[in-house]
DNA sequence: ACTTATTGTGCGCATAACGCACAATGATTT
DNA sequence: AAATCATTGTGCGTTATGCGCACAATAAGT
């Protein structure tokens, strides 16, 4: 997030209203009045006038005791979906690699200390879509991540251990900075991360980097299979080369 | 939407502030302040203020020229579809379904006079997300549409007709409302609803309703097809049954 | 170097939004 | 049925928020 703005700058009121927006989810798509005020933060009052005005806008509806979002709040999150359009053109690479590899395959860009999936193409097992696009993961755990965090400046990357919480997620979980650096200067040096098993016991992952035309790195792709199914040096073998192959196919589709 | 709410209780700020971030698109991924203002409608000063907060806020992104937005802004549709998990409910019976006929399948709910779907399981051919979950479709020429407006009451289907605009989007598009009543009248009494090629040329689809323990119609579900490949008569041979099927499963999986 | 377009921002002003308090309504308990 | 409790609706006085203007600064184009 950028350094503090001037207050005068700052909107208290649209930063209340989006407050009331996000007041709801997965275990509170229906509220009371009394319930938003709490959630977000606010007097009955104020809730009450960002209610109705969400209402009048058609994010949020209402009976009469109960207040939930609309479909129409899809709109803003879409604004930034049709943004990503561009990832639309590494879409056919996806396809012809999740044939080729048997696994699925996926898309990622790094947001603070998360990556952010922005594409994706699964297996023929189909997964719903709030698992798809949007889905925030920790980077520091994630060979999609690890990639992302191997081409930040050392500021960058100092700044990222400096606000990253390094929670264990399996026992396999590397929470050590020090060890978590090495891996990370691994990545810049090898060209490919692999993590195995530490963001979800069973779950195996390679990622490789997708980079602009100046070298940067836009985005990192994954593909990730089962460890019952895969072992860390097929992975290696099997997927690396169709990988990197894509990824340079969607460098070259991106120019 | 509702009447209109007393003055005093609209924010003219979060409206705004929402003005501004839905002024991104597909088109306009990245503006400058003079171009946010002018789609949004304001002066340059308030988008600044606008923008200037939402940065704050992680929702928006600026390199001190351009802005766009960020990943964050699904969050606020996420609350959205995290309120719409009762669908995946409905994932298992819609991937058998489409397993059966071999077909995409999905499910919408009706919002002023658009579909919109909250679940889809395409066939093998990956669509990408941004085409499925939220997409809006006109209700009038849908399957999926046809069957939600039969279960309207009189008097909701008349507002519907007073504020929906029958464009015709093929040769085959239905657009006179007399013909349009009569239709709905046709699957009120039939159950189902085949609609051939009135969205695009060579779609053909048929839907039936998802109701709920009291019989209201909570959503519809459709499969659709190519007309290359399948007849109305082998649709509604082959498909209405397993459709029904599966949408008698998803009745009491909602339960 | 000049011109044009765009951006940054301080500031006076008007009103938008604040929270309070009380009435009304609905739900629960006795 | 009555009492109690919780929640909601809303008018209103107050004030702080957000307004647009205008001018300086910067960037881009000629």
Tied chains: 1, 2.
């Excluded at 396809?95 to 947001?111: A, F, K």
């Excluded at 963001?199 to 593909?223: C, D, H, K, Y």
Aim: proline share 4%; glycine share 6%.
């Amino acid at each position: 997030m950028s350094t503090a703005i001037n207050v005068r700058d700052f909107s208290t009121s649209l930063a209340r209203g989006l407050r009331v927006i996000t007041a709801f989810d997965r275990d509170h798509d229906e509220m009371t009045l009394s319930e938003v005020s709490r959630r977000a933060d606010m007097t009955r009052a104020a809730a009450r006038r960002y209610l109705l005005t969400l209402c009048e806008l058609g994010y949020v509806t209402g009976d009469g005791k109960y207040f939930r979002l609309t479909p129409r709040v899809l709109e803003l999150g879409f604004a930034f979906l049709t943004s990503m359009h561009i990832w639309e053109r590494a879409q056919p690479f996806m396809e012809r690699l999740t044939e080729q590899v048997n696994e699925s395959c996926s898309i990622s860009v790094l947001e603070d200390s998360d990556i952010v999936y922005v594409a994706r193409v699964p297996t023929k097992r189909i997964m719903s879509v709030a698992l798809g696009i949007g889905t925030r993961l920790p980077a520091f755990c994630t060979s999609m991540g690890r990639v992302l965090l191997a081409d930040l400046r050392p500021a960058e990357l100092e700044q990222f251990f400096v606000q990253a919480e390094f929670r264990p997620l399996t026992p396999y979980t590397i929470t050590d900075p020090a060890l978590l650096r090495d891996r990370i200067a691994a990545v810049r040096q090898n060209g490919y991360a692999v993590v195995d098993q530490e963001l979800e016991v069973g779950l195996r992952s390679i990622a490789v980097p997708i980079r602009n035309q100046a070298g940067r790195v836009l985005a990192a792709m994954n593909v990730s299979g089962h460890a019952s199914r895969i072992s860390v040096e097929e992975m290696q073998q099997r997927f690396l080369s169709p990988l990197l192959y894509a990824a340079e196919g969607i460098r070259m589709a991106l120019a």
